[in-house]
């Protein structure tokens, strides 16, 4: 849903609407499967009308089989008034929790008769969790028919040390590279079809999305989107 909910993806889309945004969105992935994946996300914008700047906040939560991952995260933009457009600068600051359910899991090797014995050492037997702090940065070029950004999550790399039987075994939040682009093509007076991409990396796997949306006068929406 990256077309309705731009700011997780760049901290630069902070205000760029030029008013309060607020979205909420919940997704379920193949639903009925055990362990399917689902997102709650919440995410606030706007101007703040003090040196061109703008603030917002976005909260995940996001839950995978034995994973959950939790971000709350504080975007700040500094925007440029061009003649064509606005060009904006975005950083965006917070805290990442992850929590794994050591419990749940079944290694190959392990032995589960009358209790949990993984034979695994970096495998935890409960829940374990922890936090860390993280950075990102974004640039964004918003105009009435075009709309462009580059950003970079997990600037910091960070590593959460979850405590297991040989310890601590550190999961690395890998650096993320993304790329945004949209073209509003309107069609009529009513009708306006806009194409968009997202593309991310993070230099070792590769994701694109592709999709289109049609806007009835600025008011109902539908579409389609591939990846």
């Given at each position: ?8 993806i760049n ?6 609407n030029?008013?309060l ?15 399917n994946?689902?997102?709650i996300?919440l995410?606030v914008h ?15 939560h996001?839950?995978?089989?034995a994973q959950?991952?939790?971000?709350v995260m ?17 950083l965006?600051?917070?805290i ?5 359910d050591?419990?749940i ?14 034979q695994d ?8 969790s922890?936090i860390?702090p993280?950075l990102?940065?974004?640039v964004?070029?918003?105009t009435?028919k ?17 405590t297991?039987?040989?310890?601590s075994?550190d999961?690395?939040?890998?650096r ?10 309107p069609l009529n ?11 991310k990396?993070?230099l070792?796997?590769?994701q694109?999305d592709?999709?289109?949306l ?8 539908g ?5």
């Amino acid at each position: 849903h990256y077309m309705f909910n731009q700011l997780p993806i760049n901290p630069a889309v902070a205000g760029k609407n030029q008013a309060l945004d607020a979205t909420l969105l919940y997704r379920n992935q193949w639903t009925g499967v055990e362990g399917n994946p689902s997102t709650i996300s919440l995410s606030v914008h706007s101007p703040l009308n003090i040196a061109n700047s703008s603030a917002g906040l976005y909260i995940v939560h996001d839950r995978l089989g034995a994973q959950r991952t939790n971000y709350v995260m504080l975007s700040y933009a500094y925007r440029l008034n061009l003649k064509f457009g606005d060009l904006a600068f975005g950083l965006n600051a917070g805290i990442v929790q992850k929590s794994i359910d050591g419990s749940i899991l079944r290694a190959p090797q392990g032995n589960y008769e009358g209790g949990i014995d993984h034979q695994d050492d970096f495998i935890p037997n409960s829940v374990q969790s922890a936090i860390a702090p993280e950075l990102g940065l974004g640039v964004y070029l918003n105009t009435e028919k075009y709309f462009a950004g580059l950003s970079v999550q997990n600037l910091m790399e960070s590593r959460l040390g979850l405590t297991t039987q040989a310890g601590s075994s550190d999961i690395r939040l890998g650096r993320t590279y993304q790329a945004l682009g949209g073209y509003n093509i309107p069609l009529n007076t009513k009708l306006t079809l806009t194409p968009s991409a997202l593309y991310k990396t993070d230099l070792a796997l590769h994701q694109i999305d592709f999709s289109v949306l049609m806007d009835y006068k600025n008011n109902i929406w539908g579409g389609a989107s591939f990846r």
